[in-house]
């Protein structure tokens, strides 16, 4: 059983692999050529860090309530 869906799975990835092939070209061209790549980089760094962000305060409010109940 395990075969079967192993092999099920490696050919279900590889048609999205050979569709994509064609059309990933004119993509980044079209991206790179109207900027609008870096603007995508520069949300998703922006998110990123705004993700970092929150869960380190997160952790930082944890451990003063973890020693909080200690003492």
């Known amino acids: 059983m ?6 099920f ?3 279900f990835l590889s048609t ?5 092939a064609e059309t990933a070209e004119n993509s980044n ?4 050529s ?3 790549v870096f ?3 520069a949300v998703l760094t922006i998110i990123l860090v705004l993700i970092f962000t929150f869960l380190f305060s997160i952790e930082r409010r944890l451990k003063q309530l973890e020693s909080r109940q200690k003492s």
């Open 2 to 7: 395990a075969k079967y869906f192993l092999t």
């Open 9 to 11: 799975i490696s050919l």
């Open 16 to 20: 999205f692999i050979f569709a994509q």
């Open 29 to 32: 061209n079209f991206m790179v």
């Open 34 to 36: 109207n900027h609008k």
């Open 39 to 41: 603007v995508a980089v």
